[in-house]
């Protein structure tokens, strides 16, 4: 596709379930970052992936959260153990090399009962 | 820490201009953003400004920015209702890194 995509669209889960969220990147874009954006807030770094480089998880609040990349394609971001304030949308935004652009997906909207 | 501040809400008629205001607290931030956000939709990158520049203008939408006093607005002339939205300001963090920092986003309501 043209653009970002991200899937599921809407996930609602159960406290204490794990949740996967993923997401595709514009192709031959090298960086990838997750933010999570609570209601009425705005947009709270997570994780940031370039190329091959070790990943910048210093956005992560806690360590039920964690996110993989393979290579320069799709990355999925995991949610262990749910948690009632984990919900959000969660948007990835990818750009074509460090320092570019960022461009973002629809995101997920996470909803934890 | 780095922080953008942002007026939560504004309301102008159809035809009028509205002006979005940011302030932010990171003098090393060296792009600065205007992001769009529509209901249930992600954010589009509207327009940037690199912060040597003082002032960009892009069609509708100019964007002013006074780097003494970190402050940067977004004008958006003859505002349409399609216009409504959450506008986010966002800096970058360091010029080196691109993590963007955004503010928690103005609603612009146009009525008509």
């Known amino acids: 596709g043209a653009g970002v995509s991200q899937s599921p669209s809407n996930k609602v889960t159960e406290k204490g379930k794990d949740v996967e969220l993923r997401c595709d990147p514009i192709s031959g874009h090298t960086a990838l970052y997750w933010y999570r954006q609570r209601l009425g807030q705005g947009l709270e770094f997570l994780i940031y992936?370039?190329?091959?480089?070790?990943?910048?998880k210093s956005g992560l609040p806690s360590d039920r959260f964690s996110a993989e990349r393979t290579g320069e394609s799709v990355s999925t971001l995991t949610i262990q153990r749910t948690q009632q304030e984990d919900s959000a949308v969660y948007l990835c935004?990818?750009?074509?090399?460090?320092?570019?652009?960022?461009?973002f997906g629809p995101g997920t909207r996470l909803t934890v009962l | 820490g780095e922080d953008v501040e942002q007026s939560p809400f504004l309301s102008v008629r159809e035809g009028d201009s509205s002006v979005i205001n940011c302030t932010y607290t990171d003098s090393s931030s060296t792009y600065l953003y205007w992001y769009k956000q529509e209901p249930g939709a992600g954010l589009q990158l509207l327009t940037y400004?690199?912060?040597?520049?003082d002032m960009k203008q892009d069609q509708r939408l100019t964007v002013l920015l006074n780097k003494k006093d970190k402050h940067l607005s977004l004008r958006i002339a003859d505002t349409q209702t399609g216009d409504s939205a959450i506008y986010f300001c966002a800096e970058t963090m360091n010029s080196g890194y691109s993590t963007l920092t955004f503010g928690k986003g103005t609603m612009l309501l146009v009525s008509p």
């Open positions: 400004i690199f912060s040597n520049m």
């Open positions: 992936f370039q190329g091959n480089s070790a990943p910048d």
């Open positions: 935004a990818s750009s074509p090399k460090r320092g570019g652009f960022q461009f």
